[in-house]
């Protein structure tokens, strides 16, 4: 995120636990907050629904929202990472002034090209037309949200982040079972939609609270897609590598379709989301010590090659970087380690509690085990990016999504009892070969560093 390191050492300043809390507790929203509150809303509608709601409308709306979800990901993922980077360099400089123009640009380009993707993607299945029409809205809302949490990172009022994912579930939830009774299914769409467009517009309100307003479109943004194509397609296909077992699973034989042609697959979707919550707390974690204790060294290493320090000064604060990553990486293997030994321990008791199958246990705990190196894949990834290796996280992107393609088709056709080996061997591969160029990165640190200025 472009800036919110510095929102995330001010608080740590605080010496406090309240304020050691408040840290974790944005960075998780901001690495988590929309698929997080989505999840929780899922939860509370599915424990408690209205006696007349049918299985048949639980099952549509459940996969609507798990559609919407993993296809604005997908889509909004080309722009995500080029539009970070727009902002970060326009940050370095101190023209935080282009946020909001940047901001209409890109919302443009999202509300145009998802306005013919939600339409196209919904139109063959055979739902109400008022249905189709509110699960568009809720698309691009969410495209929206996805978006805006790009620029949050500009925001210094981290409190009304929070209170704006908090409001806009618990709307969400309100308003869907209010309008049950008066408009059916077509009405709990629309009041789950209400709540995820109050979060869009109260985000977006804290946005035009805080920067002014300047030009609707940046045409200066557009140039970024082509001098960092790379980071477009990292966006996109590492997205799609996370969804695309999913999404392979919709169409196996013994998937289920809701509706023509909306599709679900009971058994392997549910341990797999439930087994992500498990990472949210570790990717907060590494956001707040990536951001503050290992950005310090990293900052200093460069502004010492920067100001021509001595050899043996630079080469100290890599060791630093060195250092602060390893204790970093420690800390989050220790606590989403304890975190994947616990559940899998208790995942007969879990499965009780949220009412999945026994059958689904053993999957369960090999989703566990995938998350954990999914988070360590993402982590190596984002270590990438430091040092700005975009062709290498390219490769591990791609490495990512086609062994889980493959590795999910043979999984699909060698029956239930291999499910999520795919996915989990996926991440393993693709975790040991970003772990292979994180360490030669590093180690050829300064090689790197030099060898890629421009010559005078």
């Known amino acids: ?23 974790y507790l944005y960075a998780a929203m901001v690495s988590s907050g929309p698929w997080l509150m989505s999840v929780l809303c899922l939860a509370v509608l599915g424990l408690y629904s209205y006696s007349g709601f049918s299985q048949e409308d639980q099952d549509i709306f459940r996969t609507t929202i798990v559609y919407v979800y993993a296809f604005t990901l997908i889509y909004v993922g080309y722009i995500q990472l080029v539009v970070t980077r727009y902002l970060a360099d326009k940050f370095y400089t101190g023209d935080e002034k282009i946020t909001l123009t940047a901001f209409y640009t890109s919302a443009v380009i999202v509300l145009i090209a998802g306005a013919v993707i939600g339409v196209g993607g919904i139109w063959f299945f055979e739902l109400t037309f008022t249905y189709k029409i509110i699960a568009v809205v809720l698309f691009l809302i969410v495209a929206m949200i996805w978006l805006a949490m790009i620029f949050l990172s500009a925001v210094k009022d981290f409190r009304s982040i929070v209170q704006a994912f908090a409001i806009g579930t618990s709307t969400s939830v309100g308003g869907a079972f209010l309008l049950y009774p008066m408009m059916g299914l077509e009405g709990y769409l629309l009041g789950y939609t209400a709540g995820q467009a109050l979060i869009f517009f109260w985000l977006l309100a804290r946005l035009l609270a805080e920067f002014p307003t300047g030009k609707v479109w940046d045409s200066s943004m557009l140039t970024y897609f082509l001098k960092y194509w790379e980071l477009a397609l990292i966006g996109m296909f590492f997205n799609l590598a996370i969804w695309v077992d999913k999404i392979m699973f919709w169409f196996a034989p013994d998937s289920r379709m809701v509706v023509p042609y909306l599709r679900t697959h009971n058994m392997y979707e549910g341990p797999i989301f439930f087994a992500y919550l498990t990472i949210v707390p570790t990717l907060a974690i590494f956001l707040v010590k990536i ?12 502004a010492k090659i920067i100001s021509k320090k001595e050899l043996s000064s630079i080469l ?15 800390e989050i293997l220790i606590v989403q380690g304890t975190v994947t030994l616990l559940c899998m321990f208790m995942a007969s008791d879990f499965i009780d509690i949220v009412g999945l199958s026994p059958l ?50 043979l999984t699909m056709h060698l029956g239930f009892t291999f499910y999520g080996y795919g996915y989990c061997y996926s991440c393993l591969i693709s975790l040991m070969f970003a772990y292979y160029l994180v360490s030669k990165s590093v180690k050829d640190l300064e090689y790197l560093t030099f060898s890629s200025q421009p010559l005078m």
């Open 291 to 302: 951001e503050t204790r290992f950005y310090e060294h990293y900052h200093d290493y460069f």
């Open 360 to 409: 689904q246990r053993p999957l369960l705990q090999i989703a566990l085990v995938g998350s954990l190196m999914q988070v360590m894949l993402s982590v190596a990834v984002i270590i990438l990016f430091y040092f700005d290796l975009r062709k290498e996280v390219l490769a591990v992107t791609l490495v990512f999504l086609f062994s889980n393609m493959g590795l999910t088709y």
């Open 1 to 23: 995120m472009a800036g919110i390191g510095f929102e995330l050492r001010k608080m740590l300043r605080g010496d406090s636990y309240l304020a050691e809390m408040s840290a």
């Open 316 to 330: 100290q604060e890599k060791q630093g970087m060195i250092r602060m990553l390893r204790e970093s990486l420690r």
